[in-house]
């Protein structure tokens, strides 16, 4: 395969890229349906606003471990942000932000969600489920501020460490009872360390009660008999109540929601209005059209003809950029695409393609998740624009120095290309490191921000070293298009000498 050939199959796999992206960007498309092939597939790529844009609820809530030991209360609370995000995804919250704050509290992010009373509801409705065996030492009753006896009902229950958290699921059931019509109950089945549990709980108390606690209020207190305990390794223990198909369907759902493993209270609530974040968007637009108009110029003046095809590979970085937030990432496409992508820069074009195709599998897979763009990730976004033309900067002053020193045009892109590289490569993998840390160590935000970042970034090295390049070799055989005053340069520096 000849050079040109090759020149033009890049040409060929660039354009098709941009007008891709450009497909995906669009509000009419970024839809993908494999139905005419009766393959059961269906995409679309939308926009994800992160709740400083879209506007929603942010809610705070304290886990309550008066009954949990300091060593398993780590646990605990990972296991309730893993209960409550489940039981937000069950509601369609698109992008909810769950995540553990200090050592005792859960912040909460529900964009869309205008309604903190519907939020609040969403959580709320998650129940706490615990069995609790007898206290043979209840405390004894104690009068209040007001001289009033207060005696509290779970005190004569002690912890039994089996809870929501071994819930694997809850269904309804008909108990026979000897008559007509069975008692609606709620069958629960565990995991096998919550069966191992509720075996043993059984055997050490034949002939006691055990409580099942709903939300702090005592369901059903069975007595467990000799018959029961045996059988317990086996068994699905069942919550009775007088309920009917609705109650029981109702508390199965939230069961199987997921259970909090402790309770926890609420104890701040705030409504982020979309005034806001409408108005943020727009001042980002501006901002980020500024940007761009400002950076065309400037390339367009200093370096020309070269200035004027960074600034197309600009517009095409643009594209990629959004397409890949509205497509979706994930830490397996950083690290399988983003490996191949650099071989593809370093080694060999065939390990870009490489990359390519193996981030269209994920996207087919279902192993992508949407990036939310934040406030901050938009700034990350619009810097990550400027970062763009730095590559191209170092390549077109090393361009230029070859140029003086007396070099064809061809010759000297060539070189501008390979001894700006290292400098390249290197500022942006220090660049991606810092990325990298903010991401492991940011607040969400600062997450947001690195996301966005380091997928410009990534994405500026190739429209850099490729995208650029190709259009350069492409137009530099035309010999008009040679001249030094196209490239910036006003004098070559044997004319220089020669005076």
Same mark, same amino acid.
Request: glycine share 8%; net charge neutral.
């Given at each position: ?327 979706? %990432?994930?830490? =397996?496409?950083? @690290? *399988? ?7 593809? #820069? !370093?080694?060999?074009?065939? $390990? /870009? ?111 850099? %070293?490729?995208? =650029?390049?190709? @259009? *350069? ?7 008009? #298009? !040679?001249?030094?005053?196209? $490239? /910036? ?11």
């Amino acid at each position: 395969m000849t050079p040109k050939v090759k020149l033009y199959i890049s040409l060929a796999a660039i354009i098709l890229l941009a007008a891709a992206a450009a497909w995906i960007v669009s509000p009419a498309g970024g839809r993908i349906s494999l139905a005419k092939l009766k393959i059961n597939y269906e995409q679309a790529f939308k926009v994800h606003l992160g709740l400083d844009l879209q506007g929603g609820s942010h809610l705070v809530y304290q886990a309550d471990f008066k009954d949990i030991a300091p060593a398993d209360q780590a646990d605990a609370l990972t296991a309730i942000r893993d209960t409550i995000e489940r039981r937000v995804n069950s509601f369609g919250v698109a992008e909810p932000l769950v995540q553990v704050s200090g050592n005792d509290r859960i912040i909460i992010e529900l964009p869309g969600i205008k309604d903190v009373n519907e939020a609040i509801n969403m959580i709320g409705q998650t129940p706490t489920l615990e069995f609790r065996t007898q206290n043979p030492n209840p405390p004894a009753a104690t009068p209040d501020k007001n001289g009033n006896v207060v005696i509290d009902p779970l005190a004569a229950w002690l912890p039994t460490g089996l809870s929501g958290k071994q819930l694997t699921k809850a269904s309804v059931d008909l108990q026979q009872n000897g008559g007509l019509t069975g008692e609606v109950v709620v069958k629960l089945e565990f995991n096998s360390d919550g069966q191992k549990l509720f075996a043993q709980i059984a055997k050490q108390n034949v002939g006691k009660q055990i409580a099942i606690i709903v939300d702090g209020q005592i369901i059903s207190a069975p007595v467990i008999d000799q018959s029961l305990a045996n059988a317990a390794d086996n068994i699905q223990p069942i919550i009775t109540g007088n309920f009917t198909v609705d109650q029981a369907k109702t508390l199965a759902t939230r069961l199987n929601s997921g259970a909090l493993p402790v309770p926890i209270k609420l104890i701040s609530q705030q409504n982020v209005g979309a005034t806001l974040g409408k108005e943020s968007i727009d001042k980002s637009i501006i901002a980020g059209v500024i940007g761009i108009l400002l950076i065309a110029l400037f390339m367009i003046m200093y370096y020309r003809f070269p200035g004027s095809l960074a600034v197309l590979a600009l517009a095409i970085y643009a594209l990629v950029s959004f397409a890949i937030f509205k497509i979706g %990432i994930s830490f =397996t496409a950083v @690290f *399988l695409v983003g490996l191949f992508f650099f071989l593809g #820069l !370093t080694v060999n074009a065939w $390990f /870009g393609i490489l990359a390519f195709f193996s981030y269209i599998l994920l996207m087919f897979l279902g192993g992508l998740s949407p990036v939310t763009l934040t406030l901050a990730g938009i700034a990350g976004f619009i810097l990550s624009i400027g970062m763009a033309v730095d590559a191209n900067i170092l390549i077109f002053e090393r361009m230029k120095e070859e140029i003086r020193a007396g070099k064809e045009i061809h010759k000297a892109v060539d070189d501008g290309f390979a001894r700006a590289w290292l400098s390249i490569r290197d500022s942006n993998i220090s660049s991606l490191i810092t990325t990298l840390i903010l991401y492991i160590f940011g607040t969400p935000s600062i997450k947001g921000f690195a996301i966005t970042l380091g997928i410009g970034i990534l994405i500026s090295m190739f429209t850099a %070293i490729t995208v =650029t390049r190709t @259009f *350069l070799k492409l137009f530099v055989g035309n010999n008009i #298009l !040679t001249h030094p005053w196209l $490239f /910036g340069v006003s004098k070559l520096k044997h004319e220089s000498d020669s005076k």
